[in-house]
C-alpha cells in the first residue's frame, strides 16, 4: 500500500476516474495525448486535462506527485523528439502510460518536465518529485535533479517534501539503526523493516510539523508498528502512521494543511481517500467493469463532520 497526506490551503482535489483513450492537451504546448490505461485517484479537470495528485492505475502502478522543496532543475530549451510536460502534468501521464515501476525506468529518458520560457500557459517554477511502486513491492522516488530525471530506489518506503533524499536518509541514522541488507542496497522486495529494531542509545523522533521532522516520525514509528496480515490491517496501519504527520489546520500560523489522505492497495485496486473534516473513508475500487466506462467520473465529497448515533441494546 502507499499512503500520503496532501497539504494544501483548500481541498482541490477529490476522487475521480480517468478512462483509457481519453483526450487531453498539455498545457506546456498543446500537444494532445491519449491515456492508454485507466486509473483511479484523486484529482480534477482542469481545460482541457485531467490533474491527478496521486492514484493507481488498472496494473496495479501508484504514483504519487509532492511538493519538492527548492529541488527541482526543470528543462528550459525543448529537446526534438522528447516529451514535453509541465511538471505537475507528470503523475497523470505516468499512470496512463506504464505498467510499472520498470516500465517507468525504461521510457523516463524520453520525458523532459519543462519550465514556463516557452510554455503557452505560465505556470512559474513548479517544483515537485514523485513517488512509485507497484504490486511487486519496488517503490522509488522520482526526482527531476538531473537530466534524463533521476529516480532513486526506496524500499524504506517513506518520502517527503524536502530535497537531498540521500541526505534525509542519513539524518535518521541519529533515530534507528538500519540493517546492513538497506546499507549495501540489498534489500529484498516486500521487506516490510529496513531497521534492526535497536533503538538503544539514539534519538526520540522530534514532534514539529516541518518536512524533515515529519519523514523522522513516519520512517520511525512504520519500522515500530505491527506487521498486517491483510490490506484492511496495512490501510488501518497506514492511517494510524499518517495520524502523526497529519498537520492540523492552524491559519493565523501557517497556510497550509493536510486536506486530504489517501492511500491505494496495488494489488486490489483499492483507493482509500479522507478528507480533513470528514471521519468517514471513503473506498473506491478499480474494477474491470469500471475500466470499461468510456468517460470520466468526478465523485462528489462530503468535507463535514458527521457522526453515527449510538444504539442502544435491550
Given at each position: 500500500?502507499?499512503?500520503?497526506?496532501?497539504d494544501?490551503?483548500?481541498?482541490?482535489?477529490?476522487?475521480?476516474?480517468?478512462?483509457?483513450?481519453?483526450?487531453?492537451?498539455?498545457?506546456?504546448?498543446?500537444?494532445?495525448?491519449?491515456?492508454?490505461y485507466?486509473?483511479?485517484?484523486?484529482?480534477?479537470?482542469?481545460?482541457?486535462?485531467?490533474?491527478a495528485?496521486?492514484?493507481?492505475n488498472?496494473?496495479?502502478?501508484?504514483?504519487?506527485?509532492?511538493?519538492?522543496?527548492?529541488?527541482?532543475?526543470?528543462?528550459?530549451?525543448?529537446t526534438?523528439?522528447?516529451?514535453?510536460?509541465?511538471?505537475?502534468?507528470l503523475?497523470?501521464?505516468?499512470?496512463?502510460?506504464?505498467?510499472?515501476?520498470?516500465?517507468?525506468?525504461?521510457?523516463?529518458?524520453?520525458?523532459?518536465?519543462?519550465?514556463?520560457?516557452?510554455?503557452?500557459?505560465?505556470?512559474?517554477?513548479?517544483?515537485?518529485?514523485?513517488?512509485?511502486?507497484?504490486?511487486?513491492?519496488?517503490?522509488?522516488?522520482?526526482?527531476?535533479?538531473?537530466?534524463?530525471?533521476?529516480v532513486?530506489?526506496?524500499p524504506?518506503g517513506?518520502?517527503?517534501?524536502?530535497?537531498?533524499?540521500?541526505?534525509?536518509?542519513?539524518?535518521?541514522?541519529?533515530?534507528?539503526?538500519?540493517?546492513?541488507?538497506?546499507?549495501?542496497?540489498?534489500?529484498?522486495?516486500?521487506?516490510p523493516?529496513?531497521?534492526?529494531?535497536?533503538?538503544?542509545?539514539?534519538?526520540?523522533?522530534?514532534?514539529?510539523?516541518?518536512?524533515?521532522?515529519?519523514f523522522?516520525?513516519?520512517?520511525?514509528?512504520?519500522?515500530?508498528?505491527?506487521?498486517?496480515?491483510?490490506?484492511?490491517?496495512?490501510?488501518?496501519?497506514?492511517?494510524h502512521?499518517?495520524?502523526?504527520?497529519?498537520?492540523?489546520?492552524?491559519?493565523?500560523?501557517?497556510?497550509?494543511?493536510?486536506?486530504?489522505?489517501?492511500?491505494?492497495?496495488?494489488?486490489?485496486?483499492?483507493?482509500?481517500?479522507?478528507?480533513y473534516?470528514?471521519?468517514?473513508?471513503?473506498?473506491?475500487?478499480?474494477?474491470?467493469?469500471?475500466?470499461?466506462?468510456?468517460?470520466?467520473?468526478?465523485?462528489?465529497?462530503?468535507?463535514?463532520?458527521?457522526?453515527?448515533?449510538?444504539?442502544?441494546?435491550?
Amino acid at each position: 500500500m502507499l499512503a500520503r497526506t496532501m497539504d494544501w490551503p483548500h481541498l482541490g482535489a477529490k476522487p475521480m476516474f480517468c478512462p483509457r483513450q481519453y483526450h487531453w492537451h498539455s498545457v506546456f504546448d498543446d500537444h494532445e495525448y491519449v491515456t492508454k490505461y485507466a486509473l483511479i485517484g484523486s484529482g480534477g479537470q482542469h481545460g482541457r486535462r485531467i490533474d491527478a495528485s496521486d492514484g493507481v492505475n488498472e496494473f496495479g502502478l501508484a504514483v504519487q506527485k509532492l511538493t519538492f522543496t527548492n529541488g527541482s532543475q526543470l528543462v528550459t530549451e525543448p529537446t526534438a523528439g522528447r516529451i514535453h510536460l509541465a511538471p505537475f502534468e507528470l503523475s497523470f501521464y505516468l499512470l496512463t502510460n506504464f505498467k510499472s515501476v520498470q516500465d517507468i525506468i525504461d521510457h523516463l529518458h524520453e520525458i523532459e518536465l519543462m519550465a514556463d520560457k516557452h510554455s503557452l500557459m505560465k505556470y512559474g517554477h513548479s517544483e515537485l518529485h514523485f513517488a512509485a511502486c507497484d504490486p511487486t513491492g519496488r517503490i522509488v522516488v522520482i526526482e527531476p535533479v538531473t537530466h534524463p530525471i533521476e529516480v532513486i530506489d526506496n524500499p524504506l518506503g517513506v518520502l517527503t517534501n524536502s530535497n537531498h533524499f540521500e541526505r534525509q536518509i542519513n539524518k535518521l541514522e541519529k533515530y534507528v539503526d538500519f540493517t546492513s541488507a538497506f546499507r549495501n542496497g540489498t534489500v529484498p522486495l516486500n521487506t516490510p523493516r529496513v531497521t534492526t529494531g535497536n533503538v538503544s542509545g539514539k534519538a526520540i523522533p522530534p514532534g514539529s510539523y516541518s518536512p524533515g521532522s515529519r519523514f523522522i516520525r513516519a520512517a520511525y514509528l512504520k519500522e515500530r508498528i505491527d506487521l498486517p496480515e491483510n490490506e484492511i490491517e496495512a490501510f488501518d496501519n497506514c492511517w494510524h502512521l499518517l495520524d502523526s504527520v497529519n498537520v492540523p489546520k492552524s491559519s493565523a500560523h501557517q497556510p497550509t494543511y493536510s486536506v486530504y489522505r489517501a492511500a491505494v492497495c496495488c494489488e486490489s485496486r483499492n483507493y482509500y481517500y479522507q478528507s480533513y473534516h470528514a471521519k468517514s473513508v471513503l473506498k473506491i475500487q478499480l474494477t474491470d467493469e469500471l475500466i470499461r466506462r468510456t468517460k470520466p467520473i468526478f465523485y462528489e465529497v462530503r468535507d463535514e463532520v458527521n457522526f453515527e448515533c449510538a444504539k442502544q441494546n435491550g
